[in-house]
């Protein structure tokens, strides 16, 4: 199930970006220590996101593997709305579909004519983590922050890192570029524990616009197969 996890979970905590530059080949090293400055952007972040209801954009993704010392790229189109509405569709290389509505997360692979379902997505321990995607929950009391050294946007945006304060197996760090002006998010970058970056660029961002109650249906074409994701309750 954690093939699942990385991929939702990059997804999510990148749902809120606007465009962005490449990441680089190295990691830079991660700033020790908090301080009021710090805070204030944190606090500038989260009254920006808790008023962002809509979110709609073209996104791009790129993968860096850093053992095999590539990058594998995919696009689309995601789809974002509270409470906790959210759809990627993935257009190329291959056609795939994200979908979170009713407590569940559908992963429809139309190419396979087959569906992967968690039920009880809301209900597992790692999406605590992230609840403030949901609007519950503040990123401080969530995660560990620093600053992150190493410019990987804009030389005058912030550059911050959290580490979730709640232990998994899945990430290890998220990384976060932020407009010194919006407070919104320009880059978003998930580090799993091999080191490997999963970045998502945004472009066309539309916000606080309404979005179609239909993107989020969960209607798949007949004989459609639906299994439910391994590990996954099974109600």
């Not at 990148?14 to 908090?34: D, F, H, M, N, Y």
Request: net charge positive.
């Amino acid at each position: 199930m954690n093939h699942f996890k990385i991929i939702f979970l990059t997804m999510s905590l990148c749902s809120l970006g606007v465009s962005a530059k490449p990441t680089p080949k190295v990691i830079p090293k991660i700033a020790i220590g908090e301080d009021q400055k710090l805070k204030n952007v944190l606090l500038k972040i989260q009254s920006t996101y808790d008023k962002t209801s809509q979110f709609e954009a073209t996104f791009k993704q790129r993968y860096h593997h850093k053992i095999l010392k590539k990058i594998d790229e995919s696009e689309g189109k995601i789809y974002y709305q509270k409470p906790g509405m959210l759809r990627w569709d993935y257009q190329k290389p291959h056609q795939k579909s994200f979908i979170v509505a009713n407590n569940s997360l559908w992963v429809h692979q139309p190419e396979d004519n087959l569906v992967y379902v968690n039920r009880c997505f809301k209900q597992d321990g790692l999406t605590a983590s992230i609840a403030f995607l949901w609007g519950q929950g503040k990123i401080i009391e969530l995660f560990e922050t620093t600053w992150f050294e190493g410019q990987l946007g804009d030389k005058q945006d912030h550059h911050i890192a959290l580490t979730p304060k709640q232990k998994n197996g899945v990430y290890r760090q998220l990384i976060l570029v932020i407009d010194n002006k919006t407070y919104r998010v320009k880059q978003s970058i998930v580090i799993d524990f091999g080191g490997n970056m999963n970045q998502f660029i945004f472009t066309d961002p539309k916000f606080n616009q309404k979005i179609s109650a239909t993107k989020f249906k969960t209607d798949f074409p007949k004989g459609t197969e639906v299994m439910p994701i391994p590990g996954s309750c099974t109600k």
